[in-house]
């Protein structure tokens, strides 16, 4: 990720800052926001919201698909500073108009009532068990287990992203060739840890650690690429 002073914006020619707060292809995370004063930041959280504390009043805008942390797909978080109503286009559909929500509170058309009722629910998780502090600690744990066990296989495993930029959503990493890769692929499948291919253009592997996989998910995880290190190194 480019670091917060490296990211240039004018003030007097440049209407808002557009981030990703977590991306998922390459593993990569904003740890440090970039805050420009005059301008707006509008991040896309959909992966990594509720996932660790954030100033949310540094931002005038925050979506979220709900899919990664905070329930099934099918709804939207958004996080709307009342001055940036101020600013939208006149000409915008109704459906496209945050005003349209506010002035509806959220109802303007019939939502999809079960995904927010499951939502509701792991808001409910997340207080219960402590809040985004306690959240926060539980994924830095999940991914300190995976990127130590890249970082002491001597290379075997190598990691996508620069340390001080990597994921605690999305931990990518590759190995010396892809049969090798394809092989713990299918190995891992075989042991029923799915989903463990790298994005489709990206290719490579990617362990995503969202909110609900458990802790012992990601030790399960380690001890088997330690496994694979033994057999095939």
């Known amino acids: 990720m480019p670091s917060p002073q490296d ?25 440090y926001f970039p805050i ?11 992966s ?31 996080i709307l500073h009342e001055e940036m109503l101020q600013q939208q286009r006149a000409s ?22 079960y995904i927010i009722y499951l939502v509701n629910l792991v808001l409910k998780w ?3 068990n402590g809040g ?3 959240i926060e600690k539980r994924n830095v744990e999940k991914a300190r287990l995976i990127y130590e066990t890249i970082d002491q296989s001597y290379g075997f495993y190598q990691g996508m992203a620069r340390p001080a930029s990597r994921s605690l959503m999305n931990i990518t990493f590759k190995m ?16 029923r840890m799915l989903g463990l291919e790298g994005y489709r253009s990206f290719g490579h592997i990617r362990a995503s650690v969202y909110n609900a996989l458990p802790y012992e998910a990601c030790k399960a995880l380690t001890e088997f690429m330690k496994e694979f290190q033994r057999h095939y190194c």
């Not at 010396?176 to 042991?191: D, M």
């Open 92 to 113: 915008l559909p109704a459906i496209l108009d945050y005003h349209t929500y506010v002035k509806h509170n959220s109802l303007y058309n019939t939502p999809p009532v």
């Open 126 to 128: 997340i207080k219960r």
């Open 48 to 78: 990594d919201i509720l996932s660790r504390p954030l100033n949310i009043s540094k931002f005038a805008v925050i979506y979220a698909g709900a899919q990664k942390n905070l329930g099934p797909a099918g709804v939207t978080i958004v």
């Open 132 to 134: 985004l502090d306690f």
């Open 176 to 191: 010396k060739n892809n049969e090798l890769e394809k092989r713990f692929i299918q190995e891992a499948n075989e042991q």
């Open 36 to 46: 420009v004063p005059g301008v707006p930041v509008i991040a896309d959280m959909s």
């Open 7 to 31: 990211i240039q914006v004018d003030k007097q020619t440049d209407a808002y800052l557009h981030i990703t707060s977590n991306e998922t292809v390459n593993g990569t995370q904003f740890h």
